[in-house]
């Protein structure tokens, strides 16, 4: 389950990725469609300064404000590579 971090009630465009910066501001670019790719840097939409916990996946949610859900770390376990003993 995610928690509300921060109320920034931003504004969405379609053909736009909404995201959560490395600084903690809310920043979007320009979704790439089909064959064509996404040009141009992202722009910062919002300045809002979260203080990101380690563990934590930061996301843009549908009412534009800044959510958090714990990520989930699992999976299958890789298996140790034996080593051959050399004669």
Do not use: C, N
């Amino acid at each position: 389950m995610a928690k509300k971090v921060a109320k920034v009630g931003v504004d969405k465009e379609d053909g736009y990725l909404y995201f959560v910066d490395k600084k903690g501001d809310v920043s979007r670019v320009k979704m790439a469609r089909g064959r064509k790719k996404a040009r141009g840097k992202p722009k910062k939409v919002a300045k809002v300064g979260v203080k990101k916990e380690k563990g934590y996946l930061y996301f843009v949610d549908k009412k534009g404000d800044i959510s958090a859900a714990k990520m989930v770390r699992g999976g299958k376990k890789k298996k140790k590579k034996r080593r051959k003993k050399r004669k």
